[in-house]
């Protein structure tokens, strides 16, 4: 007998596969020679600003990839690296966070302005949105997996789940893998901005 897999179960599945692909590739350390990791795009902020990758100039970010009605992964994600940032000190002034919507259909910037105005989440969250082309390929310049899942307006988007650390010059700097600690984030955090 044949069984059906769910979609949902199918997506899942991939994203546990591309999250440890990245994890055994990038070990959660900046490798010796730093891959191909990010490069140019141009996107739309919060605000309606356009914006390209020279905002990341002149701090440590951490970007990460979800969207506004993702139930767990992003809300956690965000909530962790909020509490990150606000243990440290005199060095949070020096890092900032971006998020990229994976679902620019839904993700317009009023609705990441109000997602992100939460207070649980760290202020000063970057969110960019674009169209469908341009976040394609954003995503593809850093890797990220993501697929819709479902029909309708109740859809999910299925996505990779790992923060990327970009130095202050926008370099790929290493991975910050899903599920640590807001301290073991803060430290992973802190040793590449005292390395650096």
Do not use: N
């Not at 000063?124 to 029909?151: P, R």
Request: charged share 15%; hydrophobic share 40%.
């Amino acid at each position: 007998m044949i069984r059906k897999i769910a979609p949902l179960t199918v997506g899942l599945v991939l994203l546990v596969i591309a999250a440890v692909l990245v994890w055994r590739t990038f070990g959660g350390e900046a490798p010796a020679s730093r891959p191909a990791i990010g490069g140019p795009f141009r996107l739309v902020d919060q605000s309606g600003r356009t914006v390209d990758q020279t905002l990341l100039d002149g701090k440590w970010s951490a970007v990460f990839f979800g969207y506004t009605y993702c139930p767990d992964v992003c809300p956690t994600t965000l909530q962790t690296l909020g509490a990150a940032a606000r243990g440290m000190g005199a060095d949070q002034s020096r890092f900032q966070i971006v998020f990229i919507t994976v679902d620019p259909k839904r993700d317009t910037p009023a609705q990441l302005k109000d997602y992100l105005a939460s207070s649980a989440f760290a202020p000063g969250v970057i969110g960019l949105t674009g169209t469908s082309d341009q976040i394609a390929g954003v995503a593809k310049a850093y890797g990220v997996y993501f697929q819709k899942q479902g029909t309708g307006e109740g859809y999910s988007v299925d996505h990779s789940a790992a923060i990327y650390l970009m130095d202050p010059q926008g370099r790929f700097d290493s991975v910050i893998p899903y599920g640590l600690t807001p301290q073991d984030t803060r430290e992973r955090v802190l040793k590449a901005i005292h390395a650096g």
